[in-house]
T-cell receptor
Framework: DQQVKQNSPSLSVQEGRISILNCDYT??????FLWYKKYPAEGPTFLIS?????DKNEDGRFTVFLNKSAKHLSLHIVPSQPGDSAVYFC?????????FGKGTRLSVIA | GAGVSQSPSNKVTEKGKDVELRCDPI?????LYWYRQSLGQGLEFLIY????????KSGLPSDRFSAERTGGSVSTLTIQRTQQEDSAVYLC?????????????FGPGTRLTVT
């Protein structure tokens, strides 16, 4: 039973365009959501988070949107850069261990 | 400053052998976590240490898995009688442990291969 789902295993975007990565969750007790980015042979690095009391959080080129009624969140990266090419993991918690999705591999093409 | 470090970076072992994986968290971080990532899967929570509290072992997949944290710093994850399904990347993370399960800092992981 996957509580956090990233249904797109991969995504290709041209440099300068917007990248949109999606994440769905099933557990209504989740109240805090995070995005991590992972390069090969490195551990995941924290990117951005959002609390369930908000519907949007922005940090530079990165914006996370949360739709609680749909149990859906998305990460927008604009403009996309080649250095953004990595695997992106969505994670969720409700004061419980983080539950991670399987990740989406983003390739930004120059 | 130094990040989370893990050793070894790679470990190949024969089925049935015991292995120990080490994690050095960021200095001053009171919370320490172990995860594993099997091929094509997301990160799977294993165990969580917070200060001097009893660890949360709810993610350990079997009694062959154990972990300890000495002096509130370095942690060792031990897998006894390894099986091929234990092959994965084992990741350690630490955080300031200010409450909740928020931002965690990950090490580079140990890739374990059981032959």
């Amino acid at each position: 039973d996957q509580q956090v789902k990233q249904n797109s295993p991969s995504l290709s975007v041209q440099e300068g365009r917007i990248s949109i990565l999606n994440c769905d969750y099933t557990n209504s007790m989740f109240d805090y959501f995070l995005w991590y980015k992972k390069y090969p042979a490195e551990g995941p690095t924290f990117l951005i988070s959002i609390s369930s009391i908000k519907d949007k959080n922005e940090d530079g080129r990165f914006t996370v949107f949360l739709n609680k009624s749909a149990k859906h969140l998305s990460l927008h990266i604009v403009p996309s850069q080649p250095g953004d090419s990595a695997v992106y993991f969505c994670a969720a918690t409700g004061n419980t261990p983080l539950v991670f999705g399987k990740g989406t591999r983003l390739s930004v093409i120059a | 400053g130094a990040g989370v470090s893990q050793s070894p970076s790679n470990k190949v072992t024969e089925k049935g052998k015991d292995v120990e994986l080490r994690c050095d968290p960021i200095s001053g971080h009171t919370a320490l976590y172990w995860y594993r990532q099997s091929l094509g899967q997301g990160l799977e929570f294993l165990i969580y240490f917070q200060g001097n509290s009893a660890p949360d072992k709810s993610g350990l997949p079997s009694d062959r898995f154990s972990a300890e944290r000495t002096g509130g710093s370095v942690s060792t994850l031990t897998i006894q009688r390894t099986q091929q399904e234990d092959s994965a990347v084992y990741l350690c993370a630490s955080s300031l442990g200010q409450g909740g399960w928020g931002e965690q800092y990950f090490g580079p992981g140990t890739r374990l291969t059981v032959t």
